[in-house]
Structures are given as C-alpha cells and as structure tokens.
Nanobody, 117 residues
Framework: QLQACGGGLVQAGGSLRLSCAAS?????????MGWYRQAPGKQREVVAA???????NYADSVKGRFTVSRANAGNTMYLQMNNLKPEDTAIYYC????????????WGQGTLVTVSS
C-alpha cells in the first residue's frame, strides 16, 4: 500500500529523488506522512515529514539539502535529496500514520540510497 522507489548509487555531492505512492489508504484529517531512514547498525530515524497540521519538519542533518513534497491529492510523496553525503547512506522508508478506520501505521518496503565518497 506504500510503494517507494528512486534509490540508487550516487557520488557525494550528487542528487536523488525518492518517490512514495500510497494506495488503498484513507488519510484522516490529522494523518502524517514522512520519510525515515535506517543506516547499518543504527536505529531508524525520521528524515522529513508532514505533520498532522500540514507543516514540514526536517532532521537537522538534512536541513537545507532535502525537500519533501506531496502531489496527486497527497497520495504521492517525494524526497528531493541534494548535496548528498556518505552519511546519508541508508535504506529510506516512507510512512503514513492515519486514524481511519482506526490508528493505522503503514510502512513502505524501503529503497536503498548509497552515497560514495
């Protein structure tokens, strides 16, 4: 129900755009949608997300380099990643938290981003 794509291998300083398509998910008015990542040996962390109020939050490590956006009536989410660094290497997951018909937390399958130095 969440399909993420767009990962790949890129050199430091390069760019990638990730996409996440949601299907079969009903977005409640206070739903949240965002990107997370998990590097080897580390915990999953939030990268960028739309809050329940519609604003966007970014991890300090990606501010000024990454931009999250939505399209297709909110069913598609993008993560534009510029000036990539080796420490951005991780599996990136998209996530939706919605409250219809009850609290549902959806995860995409993950897409691997590898940044070489």
């Amino acid at each position: 129900q969440l399909q993420a794509c767009g990962g790949g291998l890129v050199q430091a300083g390069g760019s990638l755009r990730l996409s996440c398509a949601a299907s079969g998910i009903i977005f409640s008015i206070n739903a949240m949608m965002g990107w997370y990542r998990q590097a080897p040996g580390k915990q999953r962390e939030v990268v960028a997300a739309f809050t329940s109020g519609g604003s966007t939050n970014y991890a300090d490590s990606v501010k000024g380099r990454f931009t999250v956006s939505r399209a297709n009536a909110g069913n598609t989410m993008y993560l534009q990643m510029n000036n990539l660094k080796p420490e951005d290497t991780a599996i990136y997951y998209c996530n939706v938290l919605t409250y219809i018909p009850d609290r549902r937390n959806y995860w995409g399958q993950g897409t691997l981003v590898t940044v070489s130095s």
